[in-house]
């Protein structure tokens, strides 16, 4: 052996930074979500991505959101491939989940992309790792046509027609259906259980389909019907098709140009708001002329479609309690040209109340697969404690209408609890105040539409007796 001393390779822990890309800005907002579970991973990505071009953004936040999905799934699956267990460090676990979800879930990218992008992303002294773990968890994917029988606990059905010979097995399919549907949803046991006992287990299993899938981005016209707003949309380069069930909308495809990019966006020709969320400020039944207040308002995008229906003889009073969140009604406002809009921080001193919108806060169960963080802060006792907030809210909407009004209670949950519950209770309280007209309940079907319930009550002109 030369008696010469091997160079130490300590210093790769001082190797410059990855060059910006796709991967690193996924495994850079993961890790700040790890690290800080407040965050939304979204606003992450948008944050790190300024400097890349329309297709490297989308695919940051495709694998960032996607990862976030999925994630009690990938973990499940990485900790089985980790001799001693998943790291500790936010940014070694970001970068595995990262190259796991590209791995498993997205056809498109090459494996060998996959893991060696992903690695490329961090820095060089914690690659080894990562890339022995990726690496370990690719040799494991096989085409489904010569893996045979993929439906057992041994199996994990991946996209493009290929399957993963899982390091730990599943629960059983068979034995244990609503187990393995939790584990492949990544959502609580607890829920789809719970799912099972309202909705039967084949709802249940739909809703966890539901909760993985990647949701539609709706655009609704403000000011313009939406055959106008397809045509400026494709002048501008946007793929857009038109909605045949929502005739004000079109969906976006999801490939670039953003239409929050162009010129439509900015000289307010749309909104983007779900097929359900238009249905519920539309139940208010809302005509010109009216008084209309939106109790819970940001981000605005119920109140531009009330303030349409109210029109220039109309008002619409928009108040929400978080300051913050009313700058975003403000900004939104003032990108529609919302000129019968009335931004309200305080609820005194308002008019007689013709109708009143309530869409309260909630678990937002309906809405799982477009708020991906929700699922991994749901417990049992969030449902509960919620209500408190939504029967005090729904019961000043009440207070506030005029005898012979309407109001709406809305929210984006399926749980009988946050919906026709509240409902239930808020009437039961005051005989003869309210009486319930109608009300619908949404289950999730992305890319169609969100999850959400909403209830149509009249205020009656005669007084509690």
């Known amino acids: 052996m030369s008696g010469a001393r091997r160079r130490p390779r300590a210093h790769a822990a001082r190797s410059e930074p990855a060059p910006p890309s796709s991967r690193r800005a996924a495994v850079d907002a993961l890790a700040a979500w ?17 400097a890349l071009d329309a297709r490297d953004r989308a695919l940051a936040r495709e694998v960032a959101l996607g990862a976030v999905r999925r994630l009690r799934l990938l973990d499940y699956l990485l900790a089985a491939l980790c001799e001693r267990g998943m790291p500790t460090s936010p940014v070694l676990r970001a970068a595995l989940y990262a190259g796991a979800f590209q791995l498993l879930f997205l056809d498109r990218v090459p494996p ?14 914690r690659r080894g790792f990562v890339n022995a773990v990726l690496r370990r968890l690719a040799r494991a994917l096989v085409p489904v046509a010569e893996a045979g029988d993929v439906s057992g606990a041994d199996w994990l059905r991946c996209a493009g027609d290929r399957a993963l010979r899982c390091a730990a097995p599943l629960p059983d399919p068979t034995a244990e259906p609503l187990a393995h549907a939790a584990l492949c949803a990544s959502l609580p046991d607890w829920l789809v259980r719970r799912w099972a006992a309202r909705f039967g287990p084949e709802v249940a299993r739909q809703l966890c389909v539901a909760s ?19 045509a400026r949309l494709r002048d501008e380069g946007v793929a857009v098709e038109p909605e045949p069930a929502s005739p004000r909308s079109v969906r976006w495809s999801g490939e670039p140009p953003s239409p929050l990019a162009g010129a439509a966006f900015r000289d307010g020709w749309f909104v983007v708001q779900d097929p359900t969320a238009a249905a519920a400020a539309d139940a208010l039944g809302v005509e ?9 308002a940001a981000p605005g995008t119920k109140t531009a479609l009330l303030a349409e229906r109210a029109g220039p003889a109309g008002r619409v009073l928009a108040h929400d309690i978080s300051a913050e969140r009313m700058q975003r009604v403000q900004q939104n406002v003032a990108r529609l040209r919302l000129a019968n809009v009335e931004l309200r921080t305080a609820l005194g001193d308002l008019p007689p109340l013709d109708r009143v919108l309530v869409d309260v806060p909630c678990s937002n169960t309906g809405v799982l697969a477009r708020r991906v963080e929700v699922r991994h802060r749901l417990d049992p006792g969030a449902l509960l ?3 408190d907030l939504q029967r ?16 709406v209670y809305a929210t984006c949950s399926i749980e009988h609890e946050e919906n026709a519950g509240v409902v239930a209770d808020v009437l039961a309280a005051h005989p003869g105040r309210a009486e319930l007209l109608a009300e619908r309940l949404t289950m999730p079907a992305p890319p169609q539409h969100d999850g959400g319930y909403h209830a149509i009550l009249h205020r009656t002109v005669r007084a509690p007796g």
């Open 288 to 296: 010109a002329g009216d008084v209309v207040l939106d109790l819970c």
């Open 112 to 125: 060998h992309a996959a893991v060696a992008e992903t690695v490329g992303a961090i820095a060089a002294a």
């Open 385 to 387: 404690a919620l209500g």
């Open 392 to 407: 005090e809210l729904l019961d000043r909407a009440l207070g506030l209408v005029r005898p012979g009004g309407t109001v």
């Open 212 to 230: 993985i899938a990647t949701p539609g981005v709706h655009l609704r016209a403000v000011g313009h019907d939406g055959a106008e707003l397809c």
């Open 34 to 50: 790890l690290a800080d579970p407040e965050r939304r991973v979204g606003a992450e990505v948008e944050r790190l991505t300024p």
